[in-house]
Each structure stands twice: as structure tokens, then as C-alpha cells.
């Protein structure tokens, strides 16, 4: 199986911050990344896919890139509704695998 | 607007079956380029996916190794819509489960169907 990890698992931020959260694959999956974003009792909301594209309606504050192993997902300026926990997924090879999340919480 | 719709039991006894249905409206189950899936959350598990149907000329199906023994999904053409049933359940499969199209990642996503393994 494929291993995600991300970094960090949580972090403090404030509005109008530059966030960037790293999401690692445990061999290469080129770039079949997609990341996600869950607000609590809710289910989680595809944003980006595969790795750099943008899902129709979110906002371009927003942004993916990498390739092979090491992915990033970046806010560029951190809006009230973008705390959440993200989730990147790797779509390389079943099992399709999620990283653990990475909490982004109000400073 | 593709929308999916969980429906099932929420409580199970430990041993008995898991059965849980998600009907799709804006889309259709035997789309070539969809996949339909079903994954479930919980705070020591995280997300985990169970296994997916798709047409592609003929229906297939994949499972989670580690649930293959005890999972089946499968499509009902007829209504539009595909189901999980999971075997000799455990506590350890208490969950929050979903299913959720995959169409390039998984999106849209059903509402969530909270599953308790309990006696």
C-alpha cells in the first residue's frame, strides 16, 4: 500500500496568512494527488486534482503542485471559512490511501 | 447537479451484516468514467477506503485487502445506485461511512451514515 503523510498535523494561523501544508507519498505516484477539505460535520470537498488543478468554484486562493513524492497545497491568503482540516490522496494505485490531515485552526 | 443519498442502519450487532445503500441522482451508476466508492472516517482509522464498482464494457470491482473476506459493493442498474455490505463486523468498524463518486478524486460525496458496532 502507498503511505501518505502530511505535515504539519495541525497549525495556528490568522486571517490574511500565506499557508502551506506538505503532503509526501511513500514511492512515487507521479501526479495522482488530490487534496481535500473537511469542515466538521461535514464530508470532505474535493479542491484540487490531480496534483495541480483546480476544481471548478474554488477560489484561487488556492493551489497544488509537485510530482512524484512530495506535494504542497497552498492558501495564499487564509479567508475565515478556509479553517478546516485538509487531506491530500493519492489515486495511483488501489488502495486508494489519504493522509491523516493537517488541522488548520484560527490564531 | 450529481447528488448522492446514504440510506441504511446505523446500528449493528457485532457479527451481523453492515448494509448500506447510496442512490444516485445526475448521474448514472454505469457511467465508463466514474467510479463508485465507498469510504469510511474514524478518529483512529482516519479516512479509509473500502472498494469501489465501475463499468468500463463489463462491472468490476476492488476492495481494501483488508476487508476483502468480508466486503461486497455492488451496482443496482435498475434503481441507479450501488451498495456496501460488510460481514462479521467488529467494534473496530464502528465508523462514519460514505460513499462518494470518483470522477477525477472523489466528489460529490454522500451526506454520511454514522455506523455503531454495538450489542
Known amino acids: 500500500d502507498i503511505q501518505m503523510t502530511q505535515s504539519p498535523s495541525s497549525l495556528s494561523a490568522s486571517v490574511g496568512d500565506r499557508v502551506t501544508i506538505t503532503c509526501r507519498a511513500s514511492?512515487?505516484?507521479?501526479?495522482?494527488l488530490n487534496w481535500y477539505q473537511q469542515k466538521p460535520g461535514q464530508a470532505p470537498k474535493l479542491l484540487i486534482y490531480?496534483?495541480?488543478t483546480l476544481k471548478s468554484g474554488v477560489p484561487s486562493r488556492f493551489s497544488g503542485s509537485g510530482s512524484g513524492t512530495d506535494f504542497t497545497l497552498t492558501i495564499s491568503s487564509l479567508q475565515p471559512e478556509d479553517f478546516a482540516t485538509y487531506f491530500c490522496q493519492q489515486s495511483y494505485s488501489t488502495p486508494l490511501t489519504f493522509g491523516p490531515g493537517t488541522k488548520v485552526e484560527i490564531k | 447537479q450529481v447528488q448522492l443519498q446514504q440510506s441504511g442502519s446505523g446500528l449493528v450487532k457485532p457479527s451481523q451484516t453492515l448494509s448500506l445503500t447510496c442512490a444516485i441522482s445526475?448521474?448514472?451508476?454505469?457511467?465508463?468514467?466514474?467510479?463508485w466508492n465507498w469510504i469510511r472516517q474514524s478518529p483512529s482509522r482516519g479516512l479509509e477506503w473500502l472498494g469501489r464498482?465501475?463499468?468500463?464494457?463489463?462491472?468490476?470491482?476492488e476492495y481494501a485487502l483488508s476487508m476483502k473476506s468480508r466486503i461486497s459493493i455492488n451496482p443496482d442498474t435498475s434503481k441507479n445506485q450501488f451498495s456496501l455490505q460488510l460481514n462479521s463486523v467488529t467494534p473496530e468498524d464502528t465508523a462514519l461511512y460514505y460513499c462518494?463518486?470518483?470522477?477525477?478524486?472523489?466528489?460529490?460525496w454522500g451526506q454520511g451514515t454514522r455506523v455503531t458496532v454495538s450489542s
Open positions: 445526475g448521474d448514472s451508476v454505469s457511467n465508463n468514467l466514474a467510479a
Open positions: 464498482t465501475y463499468f468500463r464494457s463489463k462491472w468490476y470491482n
Open positions: 462518494a463518486r470518483d470522477f477525477g478524486g472523489f466528489g460529490p
Open positions: 490531480p496534483a495541480s
Open positions: 514511492q512515487n505516484i507521479n501526479n495522482l
